[in-house]
């Protein structure tokens, strides 16, 4: 909804958007990352010395996405922002299926690839955690601690690659179970 603004809301557009951007989009993001880091590298994520042909864009989408959060945030546009977030939840979904890790997983000589995907989603999560922390501060801290991530964690640390190694949880949470419009719709009466 835009800042200041009319807007139009309703129990079942708010179901929807919730089951399509959280549960889905962000939910199943942090789901299948994790648990393809413990599957294929039993929770540990490291930088690897390789790169695929799929890097570059995504990193260029994260930085966009940042700089264009930034400057939305900075001027109340704060929707625009937070389209600007799911950006690069869309373009680490897409990600996975371009790099189809459970494809590398297969092949031994393809690990350090496998690695590189895996080090590429987790800091997609890494800054989306950053990024939704002023309006989701509870989830963002439910993704820094699935990600094995502590304390001081700062929008100084936006920028891609700063994560050396870490350690994910072992079994991921669901971070949005995914809402039944019709029991909602009960429960709104």
Known sequence: MPFGNDALF???LFVNKFNVLLANDLGNLV????SMINKYFNGNVSKANITNE????LESVIKNAIDTYI???DNFKFQI???SVWDIISRGNKYIDETTPWVLAKDESKVEELK????????VLRIVGILITPVMPDTAK???????LKDNISFSDLNFG???ESKVIEKPIVLFKRLDWKEEEKNAL
């Open 10 to 12: 309703t129990h079942e």
């Open 162 to 164: 700063k994560t050396k």
């Open 54 to 57: 799929f890097d570059a864009d």
């Open 71 to 73: 400057e939305s945030f």
């Open 116 to 123: 590189n995907v895996m080090y590429h989603l987790f800091e």
């Open 81 to 83: 922002g937070l389209n």
């Open 142 to 148: 439910v993704i820094f601690e699935e990600l094995g």
């Open 31 to 34: 789901s299948r990352t994790i």
